[in-house]
């Protein structure tokens, strides 16, 4: 059996999850979101918990079992308490604000770069420098988020761009460096 597949996810008091064929939905708090699984994998409710089975030990059902309950927990997560990726800007004159629903970020590009949003992402920012990207959905929060940093992403030399929080950046040695290994 899969080591992840197997586990039962835990349904908070504030969450309902609903099947319907290989449909789920799974409603709280901060909203709701739906998604069509594999039909092979199986997906039941009992006593407050999600159980996710498969039919076969074929390699195609083993890698569905883990993906599925990885997804259901995930939406189940992101219902109850949300998901947020932190971006850190480093350059001189790099800021970020947000204007109305949209996130204006200035770069060092000659016009400043404006990012709208999909349903259900809210942007924050915090100083000039730390972008939040909030939202229910794990897999759009995280695109979002790649789709900004992807703007200007962190360059080798001086390490200036748009990174992850923690994000570690390996820097290069330049021409100094080069001539002075002769």
């Known amino acids: 059996m899969s080591r992840i597949g197997r586990l039962p996810i835990a349904i908070p008091s ?3 999850v609903r099947i319907e064929g290989a449909r789920v939905t ?3 708090p901060k909203g709701e979101l739906s998604r069509d699984l594999h039909p092979d994998i199986g ?3 009992d006593d407050g918990q999600i159980l996710v089975t498969r039919p076969t030990d074929r390699p195609l059902h083993r890698s569905l079992h883990g993906l599925t309950r990885s997804l259901l927990a995930n939406m189940v997560t992101g219902v109850s ?3 947020i990726k932190v971006l850190e800007m480093q350059g001189v004159g790099y800021r970020a604000q947000v204007q109305g629903q949209k996130l204006v970020l200035q770069v060092g590009y000659s016009r400043p770069v404006e990012v709208t949003p999909p349903a259900g ?4 920012v915090e100083g000039n420098s730390r972008v939040l990207v909030q ?3 794990r897999e759009l929060v995280g695109q979002v988020a790649a789709d900004i940093r992807a703007v200007r992403p962190p360059e080798p030399y001086k390490g200036k761009g748009i990174r992850y929080q923690g994000e570690r950046v390996r820097h290069k040695a330049g021409k100094a460096g080069k001539a002075a290994k002769r």
Not at 121 to 124: G, H, L, S, V, Y
């Open 26 to 28: 799974v409603k709280g």
């Open 43 to 45: 997906v039941t409710v």
């Open 81 to 83: 308490d949300g998901f």
């Open 135 to 137: 939202g229910i959905s």
């Open 14 to 16: 504030q969450v309902e």
């Open 121 to 124: 992402i809210t942007f924050a």
